[in-house]
């Protein structure tokens, strides 16, 4: 149980402890460090680097010792199984702590019927003569140890009402063990909790056999069907003890069973002495293992011990004589017409025989399935009808079947979750597309499929801007130039729409459009635009005209007034601008002067005692309109270049926080427009 097989199971319940214990956050961050996926579905085979890398990156997210996520892991993962509906059978394997881990080997034993490739730990109980509890835990992986008093611990707390103190005496490698390396003895020290004080009685002793009668009675004569677990706990639960300490067993002077009935009865059994020598066996383990019919040879000729993973020998055996032992029959033993098929593996207990200095091995064929069953060309009939096995077979049978459909759901389930993910992802994808084309709250209002009504805007700034002598850049470059320059120059100037809040309108051609004030009403409209013209102008310096190499001009007009805003079109909807003001705020543009940042005077009367440096044009013609005094922007005086431009810059800054100055953020500079 407290192994860490390389199954889902393990690492869903890894994720289910850091999410509730720590967050959805920080599971988030600790799959993306450990570069693993989201879901891990139960029954599926995951490497074990898997788990050991999710456990080592949350050591260092949450900043504790392996040891002590090890155990928090431990005491979350009986937890876990608990909540996954095997409380019941947990609570049956003993009455008492030792009994619970003496148990733990039968129940991997049984669980490996459904994770088949489960590698799991073995356990010895061991009492010193002082009466403390030495348990010997063994595994295939090393460093894991610490899992073990996160789950005694808790299996202590929870099932017999006390507490369990656990200290490393040793840990090792077991030489004398063939597969398993990393051996660790635990002192378990366990401390009853104190039970409730209750009043003193007087016992009557007419009473005393009223009430054991009524303990018995209390048990129904008929009672309802339950399943093999319920039955289990009953007996063990019965009278508050184990059901071996309420009696004491008569044994007959002699065994009243013949030879022959006795190997008839238990066909698949082994008895073998100190040297392994072969006493007798029954009668289908021989004729499956023909050889077995001579007394004398050895045991381990014929068979090799693959659970617990030990030498074959009387004293390992003897040491792990709680354990459930898997013996595997060596193929070039085996009859010609066997050594085909899949290797015969027997499944018992071992049972020491004082008396005689034998070993009884009481076992049966270790099969999952039907299919296994006919794989070793064998029938019911060759297993005792008395033997649990043949049930077994067939209800497992059902249980890989129900394996198998859950299976399927998991991945049907995780292809469904990822499908899910791709589509949000490419939904993102479509409306930051949209978002671009159309303000945000226009795009919700045609995504839900209403109307989107004209606004009238009583003060916006609208900007224009085109590049001087773009015609004849165009007749002397081929397209592709044109195209790349463009590009160069629009990727710019919409970084800096992000940076001032202002909305890009459009782009025909080299002329760029944006406006402040709309599709969002705001007070500083114009300051906004008088900060993204500035930006414009110094970007501007960064894209080469492709006949000279040197930097392009651009001519940038703006104007302050009222305009009517809305959606236009249904197959390309366009969000559009419309009166005097837009035809305002061109003219002030084709009248501008290369690198010049030209104002009309409502944009002036806008922008003044707001720290801009603004000088008089003087009055100009200006076509449709007359004349103007119109003006020239040439700086904020408040604002660095870096911070026109949205670049960080590490300094201090003393202005105060005012409209279109500046403020300090964390030693950052950044610009106030709002």
């Known amino acids: 149980?407290?192994?860490?097989?390389?199954?889902?199971?393990?690492?869903?319940?890894?994720?289910?402890?850091?999410?509730?214990?720590?967050?959805?956050?920080?599971?988030?961050?600790?799959k993306t460090q450990a570069e693993v996926q989201d879901t891990f579905m139960t029954y599926t085979v995951y490497d074990d680097a898997i788990t050991l890398k999710l456990i080592q990156e949350a050591c260092k997210i949450l900043d504790v010792s392996e040891d002590a996520m090890l155990k928090l892991f431990g005491e979350y993962f009986f937890t876990f199984c608990k909540m996954s509906g095997y409380d019941r059978m947990l609570q049956t394997l003993g009455g008492n702590l030792t009994e619970f881990i003496e148990n733990l080997d039968a129940l991997?034993?049984?669980?490996?019927?459904?994770?088949?490739?489960?590698?799991?730990?073995?356990?010895?109980?061991?009492?010193?003569?002082?009466?403390?509890?030495?348990?010997?835990?063994?595994?295939?992986?090393?460093?894991?140890?610490?899992?073990?008093?996160?789950?005694?611990?808790?299996?202590?707390?929870?099932?017999?009402?006390?507490?369990?103190?656990?200290?490393?005496?040793?840990?090792?490698?077991?030489?004398?063990?063939?597969?398993?390396?990393?051996?660790?003895?635990?002192?378990?020290?366990?401390?009853?909790?104190?039970?409730?004080r209750k009043t003193k009685k007087t016992i009557n002793p007419e009473n005393v056999a009223f009430q054991k009668t009524e303990n018995y009675s209390a048990l129904p004569c008929c009672p309802e069907k339950k399943s093999h677990w319920d039955i289990v706990r009953s007996v063990v639960k019965f009278g508050k003890g184990n059901l071996?300490?309420?009696?004491?067993?008569?044994?007959?002077?002699?065994?009243?069973?013949?030879?022959?009935?006795?190997?008839?009865?238990?066909?698949?059994?082994?008895?073998?002495?100190?040297?392994?020598?072969?006493?007798?066996?029954?009668?289908?383990?021989?004729?499956?293992?023909?050889?077995?019919?001579?007394?004398?040879?050895?045991?381990?000729?014929?068979?090799?011990?693959?659970?617990?993973?030990?030498?074959?020998?009387?004293?390992?055996?003897?040491?792990?004589?709680?354990?459930?032992?898997?013996?595997?029959?060596?193929?070039?033993?085996?009859?010609?017409?066997?050594?085909?098929?899949?290797?015969?593996?027997?499944?018992?207990?071992?049972?020491?025989?004082?008396?005689?200095?034998?070993?009884?091995?009481?076992?049966?064929?270790?099969?999952?399935?039907?299919?296994?069953?006919?794989?070793?060309?064998?029938?019911?009939?060759?297993?005792?009808?008395?033997?649990?096995?043949?049930?077994?077979?067939?209800?497992?049978?059902?249980?890989?079947a129900e394996i198998e459909l859950s299976n399927q759901l998991e991945r049907k389930k995780e292809e469904l979750r990822i499908l899910s993910k791709n589509l949000e992802a490419e939904k993102k994808k479509t409306e930051t597309l949209l978002y671009a084309m159309l303000p945000k709250h226009v795009a919700n209002l045609l995504k839900e499929g209403k109307k989107v009504e004209a606004g009238e805007f009583?003060?916006?700034?609208?900007?224009?801007?085109?590049?001087?002598?773009?015609?004849?850049?165009?007749?002397?470059?081929?397209?592709?130039?044109?195209?790349?320059?463009?590009?160069?120059?629009?990727?710019?100037?919409?970084?800096?729409?992000?940076?001032?809040?202002?909305?890009?309108?459009?782009?025909?051609?080299?002329?760029?459009m944006v406006v402040g004030g709309v599709p969002v009403p705001i007070a500083s409209h114009?300051?906004?635009?008088?900060?993204?013209?500035?930006?414009?102008?110094?970007?501007?310096?960064?894209?080469?005209n492709p006949i000279t190499g040197e930097p392009i001009q651009i001519r940038v007009g703006i104007h302050t007034g009222p305009v009517l805003a809305g959606v236009v079109g249904e197959k390309m909807p366009r969000y559009c601008l419309f009166g005097d003001t837009v035809n305002t705020a061109s003219r002030m543009e084709s009248h501008g002067l290369p690198n010049k940042i030209h104002l009309s005077p409502t944009t002036f009367r806008a922008l003044q005692n707001q720290g801009f440096e603004i000088v008089e044009r003087g009055e100009i013609e200006v076509k449709g309109k007359g004349k103007m005094t119109t003006y020239i922007l040439r700086q904020n005086l408040y604002a660095t270049e870096n911070e026109i431009m949205g670049r960080a810059e590490k300094q201090h800054s003393s202005h105060t926080d005012q409209t279109g100055k500046l403020r300090e953020t964390d030693g950052n500079k950044e610009l106030i427009s709002s």
């Open 1 to 30: 149980m407290s192994s860490l097989p390389q199954y889902g199971f393990i690492n869903t319940c890894l994720k289910s402890l850091v999410i509730e214990k720590f967050g959805e956050e920080t599971w988030e961050k600790l």
């Open 108 to 196: 991997h034993s049984y669980l490996a019927l459904s994770y088949q490739e489960m590698n799991a730990p073995s356990f010895r109980v061991e009492k010193r003569t002082d009466g403390a509890m030495l348990l010997h835990y063994y595994s295939d992986r090393r460093g894991l140890c610490h899992i073990v008093p996160g789950i005694i611990e808790s299996v202590a707390r929870d099932f017999f009402n006390s507490e369990v103190t656990m200290e490393i005496l040793t840990q090792s490698e077991e030489k004398e063990r063939t597969g398993k390396k990393e051996h660790v003895i635990f002192l378990v020290l366990q401390k009853a909790k104190r039970p409730k």
């Open 244 to 400: 071996s300490h309420t009696f004491d067993p008569v044994y007959p002077e002699r065994l009243w069973v013949e030879e022959r009935t006795f190997c008839n009865a238990f066909p698949f059994h082994i008895v073998f002495d100190e040297e392994l020598r072969i006493k007798q066996a029954g009668v289908n383990i021989q004729k499956f293992v023909p050889g077995l019919r001579r007394p004398g040879s050895r045991v381990d000729k014929y068979f090799t011990v693959v659970h617990p993973q030990v030498t074959f020998t009387i004293f390992s055996i003897r040491k792990f004589i709680n354990s459930q032992f898997v013996l595997r029959a060596h193929r070039e033993m085996l009859p010609d017409s066997r050594r085909n098929q899949p290797m015969l593996k027997l499944r018992g207990q071992m049972i020491w025989m004082e008396s005689i200095q034998c070993m009884m091995y009481l076992c049966s064929p270790k099969l999952r399935s039907l299919e296994e069953l006919e794989e070793q060309k064998m029938h019911i009939s060759d297993i005792a009808q008395h033997d649990t096995t043949r049930d077994l077979i067939l209800l497992n049978q059902q249980r890989l």
């Open 458 to 512: 009583n003060s916006c700034t609208i900007l224009f801007s085109d590049i001087v002598t773009f015609t004849n850049i165009c007749s002397a470059c081929e397209p592709i130039q044109i195209v790349n320059m463009l590009n160069s120059m629009y990727s710019k100037f919409d970084r800096l729409t992000s940076v001032h809040n202002v909305y890009k309108v459009e782009t025909i051609g080299d002329a760029y």
């Open 526 to 544: 114009a300051k906004r635009v008088a900060n993204f013209a500035l930006g414009m102008r110094t970007a501007a310096r960064e894209v080469m």
